[in-house]
């Protein structure tokens, strides 16, 4: 499409193209898709803010990387350019109950009296009831204010934040769904398994996570699920540069386990051949928002076991397995389940025809026209409710 006469700015962490992270891979993604549909877009950091041109808006991501997003706010602000943002919002409560209770504090002893559940129920009430105390959470809630539109990546993701910021139903009308997506071209036709995967590692109906190997990300919750069964595991992910402590546990655990598989990055264009010859992909993050590599291993025809916290419901609905982070049993029986399905396209089917970086590149170019008081000019995919919804359903 050409025509659109519009300059966006795209902002960033500082260290988004040394770190890649999910933002990272959104920000290009979705910069590739507008361009095909004629906007012109620059990207930059907050470092780089003070020597760019003024564009028409600009648009910030990630506000988790809180410090960095309020630098960025604030020069933008100063500047009087709109601002669109991407929000990658998912809180990480439930990880904090785990962690607390393995301390054996006061909250593990209310587990025990009171049971897991309820005390999990309690523990994240209070923690929310806490937050507006933190300078953190009063930031973040001064962009989701300040934004002109607020695009998260999922209905859920859009209910989550009124709650946790105390927004307001006023913020729905700034709510623009922006769902994650696959690069189409990698996954039609469907892709064939990768020979040279298999030639140079021997194996093939595996359990396959990709991803940096994190705490967050739970590579060895997955190895402790599965350690005394015979199937195959192979990780594909960068140890994060914060906890690499958590990798070497990961690796002395797969050493005493046997039949695992660490590679610590591979080009992109060749994941689609190895999903391929996986029998699952499996990710039983502490979060997801969903998860690209769930989206990229699905549209590869791959079985799909995710976890449960998150969006990850608004995009696989019931053609997934799902799984609590925590709880190996949980772990072990999605993928067992996972692995008796017969094969079926459902689910590829259902990824390619709503969850694509074009689709992705529409729905942000309504939300910038509509901030720029425009016209719509691109045709909307209405395949999937983009309403908020019950976090719950």
Known sequence: MAGIDMKVLMVNREDAHRNLGGDTIQMLKTKAALEDLGVTIETCTVADLDHVQVPDLAHVFNIQTVEESWAAFKKLKARKIPIVLSSIYWDMLDHGFDLTTATRGRWAVCARIWGKSTARRL???WQRAKSPLLTSWRLQRRMLQDALA?????????????????LGDSFYRRVHVVPNGIDVS?????PQPSALFQKQYGIRDFVLQVGAVSPVKNQLGLLQALNDLPIPIVIIGQPTPHKPEYAEECKALAEARGNVTFIDRLPHDELPGIYRLASV???????ETPGLVSLEAAASGCRVVTT????????????AEYCYPSDLSSIRAAV??????????????HVLQNFTWQRAAEETLQAYLTVLNE?????VNQGISLRPMNRES
């Open 150 to 166: 607020v695009l998260p990546n999922s209905a859920s993701e859009g209910k989550l934040l009124r709650q946790t910021f105390l």
């Open 281 to 287: 992909h499996v990710l039983p993050s502490w979060r």
């Open 375 to 379: 016209p719509a000019k691109v045709p």
């Open 336 to 349: 067992a389940k996972a692995l008796a399905q017969p094969p079926s396209d459902k689910l590829r089917n």
């Open 186 to 190: 990698l996954f039609e036709p469907l």
């Open 123 to 125: 523990y994240c009430s």
């Open 308 to 319: 449960s916290i998150g969006s990850t419901r608004d995009y696989f609905c019931n053609l």
